[in-house]
């Protein structure tokens, strides 16, 4: 399994769509940084196909007060969280 | 685990140090071992001795540094990187007759082929980007 980290939003790159086409079927997708925004239920659509693989970074929605936004179908790790992420992961790959 | 982060982002320009660097505190926290941090691109202007950021605001180049005498981790940058953006240490700044050096211990001058072999040398390594 390969940990995917995306730091891109959908709104403003198509990173998505790379990292989406590269995941195998266990693979995980975790956003951070602006990438957070992608979880919000206005945008959590571009994701849909990996609904229960998708995580998004706490500190990272909280630093753009966008917590209470955040899509219930998006797991919701903190920074401690995405070490764990990495352990359970084969490798990682990231997407900017 | 043993861990090795790469960072690509200038600080204070993205948050790719600042996300490296709370990614670094935690893993260690967690009983991992992190190795090395290699610094690449723009991610070079970590190793900027002189850098004086306002009180107020987070020390990344002192916040390395603490990674380095608390943990051993290794602060390695890439030498082709940062010689083109004004980044050397003594020894280069001798090479290359200028009048004083921007890069010291426990930040190091080093080549690519270091970072080929911390990917083999690593059980994980997490790239933090612009």
Redesign the interface.
């Known amino acids: 399994m390969i940990l995917h980290i995306l730091n891109r939003p959908p709104s403003s790159s198509l990173a998505y769509r790379d990292a989406l086409a590269a995941m195998a079927g266990n693979d995980r997708l975790l956003l951070i940084e602006d990438g957070v925004m992608g979880a919000l239920t206005s945008q959590v659509r571009h994701f849909q196909e990996i609904e229960g693989r998708l995580f998004a970074l706490r500190e990272d929605l909280s630093a753009r007060g966008l917590e209470g936004q955040c899509d219930a179908s998006v797991l919701v790790v903190d920074v401690d969280g995405f070490v764990s992420l990495t352990e359970e992961a084969d490798k990682t790959v990231s997407w900017f | 685990?043993r861990?090795a982060l790469l960072v690509e982002g200038a600080p204070y320009s993205s948050?790719?140090s600042h996300?490296a660097l709370?990614?670094a505190t935690?893993?260690v926290a967690?009983g991992?071992q992190l190795v090395s941090v290699f610094f690449y691109h723009d991610g070079v202007y970590n190793a900027a001795r002189l850098a004086a950021p306002p009180q107020d605001e987070p020390h990344l180049y002192d916040a390395w540094r603490s990674l380095h005498a608390e943990h051993g981790t290794e602060l390695q940058v890439c030498i082709a990187a940062a010689l083109r953006r004004g980044l050397l240490d003594e020894r280069e700044a001798e090479r290359h007759g200028k009048s004083g050096h921007s890069v010291e211990p426990p930040f190091e001058l080093t080549g690519l082929g270091q970072l080929i072999d911390l990917g083999q040398g690593v059980d994980?390594?997490?790239?933090?980007?612009?």
């Not at chain 2, 994980?124 to 612009?130: D, S």
Request: charged share 15%.
């Open positions: 685990m861990y948050q790719a996300s709370r990614f935690t893993l967690r991992h994980r390594l997490v790239t933090f980007a612009p």
